[in-house]
């Protein structure tokens, strides 16, 4: 090889070490926050997780599995995991009411942008403020739900304190806060649409109720998937509504989630490992079921040609 | 080469700044500690003015005062004391003096509250004291961890307006009424219905009736559930029998839609306990005269039983400046112009005895018979059962479903019998725990 060859050679390798060494420089903020914000936290909460660590004292020793022998055989860790089950409940009616209202706020109804954003709005507003309000309506004696019922003839049940019935309230107030966004979001792919769907299909003599099942809704389905997936995985881990609507998770841990029992666990208890532990066995359950998800999608999400 | 050492240099550099953060704040010459409380609005304002009347006193040191919604006040606590940040001076609940100071978080302020230049220690309520001392194994006794920043008595009010209307005489605060006289005044007390229904009394305070039945919820070494023994049962049924039974107490379904302070504010309760804190409220919307009377005693007793709470300042063992930290606590604790603006706004009795006896019991405000409050400090009232043991979730278990014995579906003998076992257990761990 000539001289000038093995220089040219160098001038590339040294371009590319540089440009490799800036573009290190250029994720290294990105990088950090990954690192110190997610991945140490994690590694940390594992670990922990086999440990009886005590915050307060600021001992620790390493227990092997004992953490999560004690949640799986802790009583209230199963309630919890009941409760927090019937927390998906609402994800099929906010689906349902959130296509419905995009349809009906759709291109040519009058007042569509008015629309949009009353619905748009319990999303944006604060939950505790949400929560205030929702007391309010759901109070056993004086609530407007409660009166309303009693105007038709039909004692209201004690919505907030009764056992049987603050799950289904907080069922309630979840769906009437996602209709909204839901909304958004389907009547973002609606318009995303193309209209020559629409008209080949009126050529070949097709009606509204053929065209939406055969046409709107499998062009929906990324967006009503995208939507499941974040639902499921929001309402596993509901806790706000739980801690705002109850004191100590409802008489007889009636509607503590998971996410309540690990908190509690955690910041009540003082038993930082059994969280951790809880956390990483709870974190490992909600993958496992977003996994199934994908797997199940092929069957029923278009992905376009 | 030169490059990548640039790059090493600035990855160097932006974790020295990371780092750097919390090590900064040490190095200017004043004095500088943290605080950290919760409260309302008026509260807080009352804190600033006291820090700024503290910092005037104390010119070299700066007060940072880190307040809190209630409700996140121990979880950032104890994030704090995890990440070794503890605040110099903290509200400290009587519960946590146990864990805290056997994990040396909290400092003992004994040689502090023996010779300080801000107060005398035979001034202050020694029960108000008392709930921070901790010997190693008993609370109540020993080396003191916290000073108090108020001490809330129990006390039961009435309103006296209703009581004329309906011909009833409140007992002689030496001379309180038993259980039958309080039901037979209770009934007579209770009248009309719907939205024009007046209840005799609030939920009576179940550890008022069990311990005036000579019951309690734990041994008297604190070891043992004993929500089982007999009187503890008639005890709670008791209680939940005026409602359940009698009739004189609002259901728990219309307790929670209505809470009992709205409904005696609005004159739809005759009686309801209530403590110093209520006073500012009363004496701003209440239309109606009220007063302060003994609580009903149990035939089995014939004592007159309730509770007493309180919040305490702690100051953290870590500190750079215990002294100065002190001196906020105490500083906080027994400042004059601060106690009594708390006693003239109606939100405490002062800690300070001569202060109490000089100005709070001689001033013309209701209540007339303001001594019940002194009455429970100083004779007859009791630091909560679960303030005396390490960790207080069996208390927790025990309420959590309560309100299946006050709503009927359960008597207390099914309930305390379905739960004392668990109670049991969690209270052993408390106790291997604090053996540690």
């Known amino acids: 090889m000539t001289t000038a060859g093995r220089v040219r050679i160098r001038r590339v390798q040294d371009m590319q070490r540089r440009e490799r060494m800036w573009g290190l420089l250029f994720v290294t903020p990105i990088g950090l926050q990954v690192l110190l914000f997610c991945i140490v936290p994690i590694g940390i909460a594992i670990v922990a997780g086999f440990t009886n660590w005590n915050v307060i004292r600021g001992t620790y020793d390493f227990i092997g599995l004992d953490n999560f022998v004690e949640f799986l055989t802790d009583k209230y860790f199963w309630i919890a995991a009941g409760n927090t089950i019937y927390m998906l409940i609402p994800i099929p009616f906010y689906l349902f009411f959130g296509i419905l209202f995009a349809l009906g706020s759709h291109r040519g109804t009058p007042g569509n942008k008015v629309f949009r954003i009353l619905y748009f709005l319990p999303y944006i507003s604060s939950i505790v403020a949400v929560v205030v309000m929702w007391k309010w309506l759901f109070n056993y004696q004086y609530g407007l739900v409660n009166q309303g019922l009693a105007a038709i003839g039909i004692q209201g049940p004690d919505w907030l304190g009764d056992p049987a019935w603050i799950k289904t309230t907080i069922v309630i107030m979840i769906v009437w806060k996602m209709i909204g966004i839901t909304s958004i979001y389907v009547l973002a792919s609606l318009n995303n649409i193309p209209d020559v769907y629409y008209e080949a299909a009126r050529l070949d003599g097709a009606g509204p109720v053929r065209m939406f099942f055969r046409i709107t809704l499998p062009m929906l389905s990324p967006a009503i998937f995208f939507l499941t997936i974040v639902g499921i995985i929001g309402s596993l881990q509901t806790f706000v509504e739980v801690q705002l609507f109850t004191s100590d998770g409802g008489r007889n841990y009636s509607a503590a989630t998971i996410t309540y029992y690990i908190w509690q666990k955690a910041f009540v208890s003082n038993e930082l490992g059994l969280a951790f532990a809880t956390a990483c066995f709870f974190a490992l359950a909600i993958l496992g079921v977003t996994l199934i998800q994908f797997r199940l999608s092929r069957r029923w999400v278009y992905e376009g040609e | ?436």
């Open chain 2, 1 to 436: 080469m030169k490059k990548r050492s640039a790059a090493v240099a600035v990855f160097a550099a932006a974790a020295l700044v990371l780092s750097g953060c919390s090590a900064a704040q040490s190095e200017s010459g004043d004095h500088k500690i943290t605080f950290m409380g919760w409260g309302s609005d008026t509260e807080i304002a009352v804190f600033e003015d006291m820090i700024a009347q503290y910092e005037d006193k104390f010119p070299e040191v700066t007060v940072e005062y880190i307040t809190v919604p209630a409700a996140d006040f121990q979880t950032k606590l104890q994030t704090m004391i995890a990440s070794n940040n503890t605040p110099d001076v903290f509200y400290l609940a009587p519960e946590n003096v146990m864990p805290f100071a056997d994990s040396g978080i909290i400092a003992d302020l004994s040689a502090y509250v023996d010779d300080n230049e801000l107060f005398e220690a035979d001034n202050v309520w020694a029960k108000a004291l008392d709930m921070y001392r901790y010997d190693g194994t008993t609370p109540g006794v020993g080396a003191s961890y916290g000073l108090p920043k108020d001490i809330g008595p129990f006390a039961l009010a009435y309103n006296k307006d209703l009581f004329d209307a309906a011909g009833i005489t409140a007992p002689d605060p030496e001379d309180p009424w038993t259980w039958d006289e309080f039901i037979a005044a209770a009934k007579t007390l209770t009248t009309g219905s719907g939205d024009a229904k007046v209840y005799g009394s609030a939920p009576f305070s179940l550890e008022s009736a069990v311990w005036s039945n000579g019951a309690d919820w734990l041994n008297a070494d604190h070891t043992e559930v004993t929500v089982t023994d007999p009187a503890f049962v008639e005890a709670l049924q008791w209680v939940a029998d005026l409602s359940l039974v009698e009739g004189v107490v609002p259901t728990s379904e219309e307790e929670s839609s209505l809470p009992s302070f709205q409904r005696f504010m609005e004159g739809k309760t005759a009686m309801m306990g209530v403590g110093p804190w209520n006073q500012g409220g009363f004496w701003a919307d209440a239309s109606f005269a009220w007063d302060l009377m003994p609580w009903p005693v149990s035939p089995a007793t014939n004592e007159r039983a309730i509770w007493y709470g309180g919040i305490g300042f702690a100051v953290s063992d870590k500190s750079d400046d215990k002294e100065d930290a002190s001196n906020l606590a105490a500083f906080l604790a027994f400042n004059e112009d601060a106690q009594r603006t708390n006693m003239e706004q109606g939100q405490a009795i002062p800690n300070l005895i001569d202060m109490t006896q000089d100005e709070y019991l001689t001033s013309d405000k209701l209540p007339a018979n303001k001594q019940e409050f002194i009455r429970i400090i100083e004779d007859y009232g009791r630091r909560a059962t679960q303030t005396y043991t390490y960790n207080s979730e069996w208390f927790g278990l025990f309420n959590s479903n309560l309100a299946s014995v006050w709503t009927g579906e359960q008597t207390a003998d099914e309930y305390t019998a379905s739960v004392t076992e668990e109670m049991q257990g969690m209270l052993d761990e408390g106790i291997a725990e604090q053996a540690k």
